[in-house]
């Protein structure tokens, strides 16, 4: 059986093959998520089909603008085009989904600077600003003295567990969306 005929939903409706796992991100794959903008697209197409002019209009952005970062999210495997489909006054669009490519992704830590390597950080700040703080579910600030082996083993069970959810995300698509980002810094002595 080819992966292709494995493929199943994926956490973000896309299809991914069954057995996949967290891997490294390449270069390319990097590059892709070093902007903003191109995470919360990816966010967006994540929860349904959306055309460029949809994105735009959500984003507040221009549709140029929007446009280039779709194609590179595109180019890097992180989006596919969906169906052509009718829109409300009858034109046809190109939609876009998410493959679900960048939930099975380790984005590499060393050598992160300000521009760029913040972008996840930067797209989740944007996005809970404007869903305002309300929207907050559940909130954990923590100080925590670790070894490195401990930083390994903190991150790899939460992982796990998130990675947990996310497998399964698809059975849970009726209900709310959340959002959320585990991240762990080294506190300033």
């Given amino acids: 059986m080819s992966q292709q005929e494995r493929?199943?939903?994926?956490?973000?409706g896309g299809r991914v093959?069954?057995?996949a796992k967290r891997r490294p991100a390449t270069v390319?794959?990097?590059?892709?998520?070093?902007?903003?903008?191109?995470?919360?697209i990816?966010?967006?197409?994540?929860?349904?089909e959306l055309t460029n002019k949809q994105l735009a209009d959500?984003?507040?952005?221009?549709?140029?603008?929007?446009y280039y970062h779709v194609r590179q999210l595109v180019a890097a495997g992180f989006l596919e085009p969906a169906d052509v489909?009718?829109?409300?006054?009858?034109?046809?669009?190109?939609?876009?989904?998410?493959?679900?490519k960048s939930w099975w992704l380790s984005m590499p830590v060393e050598g992160v600077t300000s521009d760029g390597g913040l972008a996840p950080v930067d797209a989740f700040q944007q996005e809970l600003a404007e869903a305002g703080p309300a929207s907050i579910a559940?909130?954990?600030r923590f100080s925590l003295h670790l070894s490195a082996e401990d930083v390994a083993e903190l991150d790899r069970r939460i992982v796990a567990v998130i990675d947990e959810y996310v497998a399964t995300d698809q059975e849970r698509?009726?209900?709310?969306?959340?959002?959320?980002?585990?991240?762990?810094?080294?506190?300033?002595?």
């Fill in 7 to 12: 493929a199943v939903p994926g956490p973000t």
């Fill in 17 to 19: 093959d069954p057995d």
């Fill in 28 to 40: 390319a794959e990097i590059k892709a998520m070093s902007h903003p903008l191109r995470v919360r």
């Fill in 42 to 48: 990816l966010r967006l197409c994540g929860d349904r």
């Fill in 58 to 66: 959500r984003l507040g952005e221009d549709a140029g603008t929007v």
């Fill in 85 to 100: 489909r009718s829109g409300e006054s009858g034109a046809l669009e190109k939609p876009y989904r998410s493959t679900g």
């Fill in 138 to 140: 559940t909130y954990a």
């Fill in 173 to 189: 698509s009726h209900l709310p969306a959340h959002g959320g980002m585990f991240l762990l810094h080294r506190a300033v002595e």
